[in-house]
């Protein structure tokens, strides 16, 4: 047994840092993490005002915009599938610099594209990018936090998104007002930028300590834990309940050691994943690709993707009062994923995502309705529901923001054992991926079949069927340990999730 790992068995309080520097130096790691979600997000925003100019200048049919808006998503899922095996292999802090390098060239490209195909080679390796970044932003955040704010810090990715959306938004209009041919192609080149300063950030960032576990680095990994715990005993803790969920045994304390049975490198975790999952694994499945699937079926996308459109058919007739509205959506967007962000760990996961279902429902059913009345009325200006129409989006995406925005990431980062983690959350991020590409993919043809309104009122009737799904399916997880969720599920009675989130309630007042 090393000196090291003689040190870990007892506290040394006179070396302890202040809690205020451990608790800075955590949130430094979640903010560095983030970064990548920035870039996401503007190519999400930016996408929703450059589309009117690119389809004016390559001459595009509503097909071709619809699928270049949408397909991104679609090649995320190549990005998606391949992360949880990588970060594997090579850690979750330099797959967050290999999504950065992705974007970098994705943006120049672009950038530079001349003619439809040129943007859509653009589009497919930003893509890959976005699947990466996605699935590993939240899941190092989750593994580096305390559980007593890992709630808070794992939502940093959604926040910076949507901070990314709203300067995508800021772009369109700004670079709205050079000529045609350039204004797109700058609104999309600039993206490249901070992928440069993520790819300097990283070096900054420690490698996630549940990752260096499995790898055997035991001294390594309780270096991390000494910065980002609350204390030195929890460091402690955290770091042999993390070698108990890998299997590790208590009496191997040296700094770097030989991992029995070691299946890091992915060696039977689909198998145990989706073939012969235990009963809790099979729960925790269903919650995380329910959970997401709701996400992004209930329309989301459709409003971040088409504002200018929704906005142009409630009545507003200007581009620039168009881009205006948008930005205002991408304004409201952000400052609630803030409020969602600063109340998660207080309120807890479940009560959140319950109370933005609903509102969200409310919302759409507004908003359907709305439209519905513009559109049966064509040739008025009916001012009552025009104001209804803008002010509904603005409570959908505000709705959608304090809840289902922010803690999707949060509630499916932490679920999974820690051998499945990374690959689990994959699959998470890849059935987004994929809703959001068919939304995308398909907003303008669905709104052109069941109209703008009834395409809404379908997105309410989602929201109806998951708010069911939410409470009949989702335990409270707020303030439990990550290597504790599992056994949080398994039993979808009414007495296990009352029993879960006491539980939950207890370690956060502990702590």
């Not at 190519?43 to 100019?53: L, P, Q, T």
């Not at 859509?120 to 390796?125: K, T």
């Not at 009496?251 to 999952?277: E, F, H, Q």
């Not at 923001?401 to 803690?407: D, K, L, N, Q, T």
Request: include cysteine; proline fraction near 4%; glycine fraction near 10%.
């Amino acid at each position: 047994m090393s000196s090291s790992g003689e040190e870990r068995g007892v506290v040394v309080a006179d070396s302890e840092p202040p809690r205020g520097n451990r608790s800075r130096f955590a949130f430094a790691c979640a903010i560095l993490a983030s970064m990548t979600s920035i870039i996401l997000g503007y190519d999400i925003g930016v996408m929703s005002g450059a589309a009117i100019f690119i389809k004016d200048d390559l001459k595009l049919s509503d097909v071709q915009l619809e699928i270049l808006m949408g397909i991104l998503n679609i090649y995320s899922l190549i990005g998606s599938g391949a992360a949880g095996r990588t970060s594997d292999w090579i850690g979750r802090r330099y797959t967050i610099v290999l999504a950065g390098a992705f974007f970098f060239c994705g943006a120049l490209l672009m950038g530079f594209a001349t003619n439809y195909p040129f943007i859509m080679v653009g589009r497919f390796v930003a893509g890959i990018g976005v699947g990466y970044a996605m699935m590993i932003a939240p899941v190092y955040t989750a593994e580096v936090a305390p559980a007593s704010s890992r709630g808070f810090l794992s939502s940093f990715p959604e926040i910076f998104i949507n901070i990314g959306i709203l300067l995508g938004y800021v772009s369109n209009y700004f670079f709205a007002k050079l000529p045609e041919h350039l204004g797109w192609r700058f609104m999309l080149g600039i993206g490249a930028v901070p992928s440069v300063f993520l790819a300097i950030g990283v070096l900054a960032m420690p490698e996630s300590p549940r990752w260096l576990v499995i790898q055997g680095r035991l001294g390594d990994a309780f270096k991390v834990l000494d910065k980002t715990s609350n204390t030195k005993e929890e460091a402690i803790s955290r770091l042999n309940d993390i070698k108990r969920a890998a299997g590790i045994p208590d009496d191997m304390t040296d700094d770097v050691i030989v991992v029995p049975n070691k299946k890091s490198a992915g060696k039977g975790v689909w198998k145990d994943l989706l073939v012969r999952p235990t009963p809790s694994v099979r729960h925790i499945l269903i919650a995380c690709l329910g959970i997401h699937f709701a996400q992004q079926a209930s329309g989301i996308d459709a409003v971040v993707l088409y504002s200018p459109t929704i906005f142009s058919r409630a009545g507003l007739k200007s581009k620039n009062d168009q881009l205006l509205a948008t930005v205002a959506v991408g304004v409201v967007k952000t400052l609630f994923i803030v409020v969602g962000t600063c109340v998660v760990d207080r309120f807890g996961r479940r009560a959140l995502l319950l109370t933005s279902m609903g509102g969200m429902f409310i919302s759409l059913t507004a908003l359907g309705t709305s439209l519905t009345v513009i559109d049966r009325n064509p040739g008025q200006t009916l001012k009552w529901a025009i104001g209804l129409a803008v002010t509904t989006v603005m409570t959908f995406v505000a709705t959608f923001s304090i809840g289902a925005g922010p803690v999707t990431w949060v509630y499916c980062s932490e679920i999974f054992p820690v051998r499945l983690r990374a690959q689990g959350a994959s699959l998470g991020v890849m059935l987004n991926r994929l809703m959001s590409g068919i939304i995308g993919m398909t907003f303008l043809s669905l709104s052109k079949g069941l109209t703008i309104g009834g395409a809404f009122l379908l997105f309410a009737g989602v929201a109806a069927a998951a708010w069911v799904f939410f409470f009949t399916f989702l335990p409270e997880t707020r303030g439990v340990p990550l290597e504790e969720m599992e056994s949080l599920f398994g039993s979808y009675s009414a007495n296990k999730k009352n029993n879960v989130m006491t539980k939950g309630k207890q370690v956060v007042d502990e702590q």
